[in-house]
T-cell receptor, first 116, second 115 residues
Framework: GAVVSQHPSWVICKSGTSVKIECRSLDFQATTMFWYRQFPKQSLMLMATSNEGSKATYEQGVEKDKFLINHASLTLSTLTVTSAHPEDSSFYIC????????????FGPGTRLTVL | AQSVTQLDSHVSVSEGTPVLLRCNYSSSYSPSLFWYVQHPNKGLQLLLKYTSAATLVKGINGFEAEFKKSETSFHLTKPSAHMSDAAEYFCVVSDTGGATNKLIFGTGTLLAVQP
């Protein structure tokens, strides 16, 4: 149980285009989902927290207009990187919490974004 | 505010020998502590968690960790390393004082297992 999926697993796009990443909780209802960014050989940096049906709460320094987060249902959250640039290239990981599973976050497999 | 410090950025052991990955935490509250493992280009997998029950926590794949309040430590151990244990390990504390219970990650320890 407590499986979280992400799609796509990797994506390459041109500079200036937008990319959408999906995060799904497959076997539980995620009241809260989190989006992290991980640079090579570094730890995870929390970007934002989203609760189902509410606006996401962004961490300091994260541009909300650039990283659009939607948590429209209890099993799906999306992260859209708008007008992507090479510096947005990174590993994006989502996690989900809820469904009576306590405060443990369950992580997706990550999405590797490369912006050319 | 909570924080977590992983004392070693790299640890190398031989297959079959014990593993010790060190973690110290700082918390104003009773912390929830976790160890996660990340294999290359993969997401994070929960190894074990401490939530104020037994101080010795057993996790998956033979790992365990002991919560020592007097030392503010939560070191991860395994009696005998396998090649498949080679990965990045993150010690994590939950910000239980905040409304969202955010996770605060250590900087990670890269475990190498030599044949």
């Amino acid at each position: 149980g407590a499986v979280v999926s992400q799609h796509p697993s990797w994506v390459i796009c041109k500079s200036g285009t937008s990319v959408k990443i999906e995060c799904r909780s497959l076997d539980f209802q995620a009241t809260t989902m989190f989006w992290y960014r991980q640079f090579p050989k570094q730890s995870l940096m929390l970007m934002a927290t989203s609760n189902e049906g509410s606006k996401a709460t962004y961490e300091q320094g994260v541009e909300k207009d650039k990283f659009l987060i939607n948590h429209a249902s209890l099993t799906l959250s999306t992260l859209t990187v708008t007008s992507a640039h090479p510096e947005d290239s990174s590993f994006y990981i989502c996690s989900a919490r809820g469904g009576g599973l306590g405060d443990t976050q369950y992580f997706g497999p990550g999405t590797r974004l490369t912006v050319l | 505010a909570q924080s977590v410090t992983q004392l070693d950025s790299h640890v190398s052991v031989s297959e079959g020998t014990p593993v010790l990955l060190r973690c110290n935490y700082s918390s104003s509250y009773s912390p929830s502590l976790f160890w996660y493992v990340q294999h290359p280009n993969k997401g994070l997998q929960l190894l074990l968690k401490y939530t104020s029950a037994a101080t010795l926590v057993k996790g998956i794949n033979g790992f365990e960790a002991e919560f020592k309040k007097s030392e503010t430590s939560f070191h991860l151990t395994k009696p005998s390393a396998h090649m498949s244990d080679a990965a990045e390990y993150f010690c994590v504390v939950s910000d239980t004082g905040g409304a969202t219970n955010k996770l605060i990650f250590g900087t990670g320890t890269l475990l190498a297992v030599q044949p």
